[in-house]
């Protein structure tokens, strides 16, 4: 049975993409197999597997719909032992679409219940936000990772987070946990990256990760040639992070 992560954090810009991407492509070169789900309708995840997404049948947005099966909506092998559920500007549309549908917090989970013993990791990218998408992810979800950027506000909105995970957990999904942080932007020349760290481990009572992600020039040009970073340069730091981070999640 494929253990299924969601990766959320309702503050944009702290590499939740980068990291469904890359911790997914990792996972996969140890001999996993993985299914990707893209449930924010900016699409950055699908397109940074190399699939053009404004040019697709059938994304998660008809699987909501119920106009397509999880089977036919996953692009299998995007790369060696991938596979995806594409997203696309339509999703953002889901919220209004889904007014008065019963049960509507379970409809990815249903269908992800289908597949789910296909893989051995579920890797879902939520968007920036806490909506019914996030809800849906986090029903799904076993566990919840969530990146947190190395700068001045990181502990923001964090708190909010984890009560959204705590309230999930309480009322629609029992077996949810955090899964843990993992910092992400890191830069070791400067003591605020430090600070930060510092500052999150004494206020939070969560596994982190030892793992740190840097900022690295690689993994910023890696999605614009539809690549992990592992296959875009496995030699570069941000490579060997991901790969680190992998491990650390299968040990676990």
């Not at 989970?109 to 789910?116: A, I, S, T």
């Not at 705590?166 to 992400?184: A, C, Q, Y």
């Not at 999150?200 to 992600?213: A, D, E, G, P």
């Amino acid at each position: 049975m494929g253990k299924a992560i969601a990766v959320a954090n309702q503050k944009g810009g702290v590499g939740k993409t980068t990291t469904s991407i890359n911790l997914s492509s990792a996972l996969a070169s140890k001999n996993k197999k993985v299914l990707v789900i893209d449930t924010d309708p900016q699409g950055n995840t699908t397109s940074g597997f190399g699939v053009d997404k404004n040019n697709l049948d059938n994304t998660i947005y008809e699987l909501f719909l119920g106009e397509c099966s999880i089977e036919e909506c996953i692009i299998k092998n995007v790369i060696e032992g991938v596979s995806l559920i594409p997203s696309n500007v339509n999703l953002a549309a889901t919220e209004i679409e889904l007014i008065g549908v019963d049960k509507k917090e379970f409809i990815l989970k249903n269908e992800v219940d289908w597949v789910k013993d296909q893989y051995d990791y579920i890797i879902i990218d939520c968007p920036p936000s806490l909506n019914m998408l996030t809800i849906n992810s986090m029903t799904t979800a076993d566990s919840v990772l969530v990146p947190i950027q190395c700068e001045y506000y990181a502990l923001e909105g964090l708190s909010q987070l984890i009560h959204t995970v705590n309230l999930v957990k309480e009322r629609l999904n029992p077996k949810l946990d955090m899964e843990g942080i993992v910092f992400t932007m890191y830069d070791s020349r400067t003591n605020l990256s430090l600070q930060v760290v510092e500052n999150v481990k004494s206020h939070l009572n969560q596994n982190i990760y030892k793992t740190l992600i840097p900022r690295n020039i690689r993994l910023a040009e890696a999605p614009s040639y539809g690549m992990p970073i592992n296959m875009y340069d496995p030699k570069s730091a941000g490579a060997e992070a991901y790969m680190m981070l992998a491990e650390e999640i299968i040990n676990k």
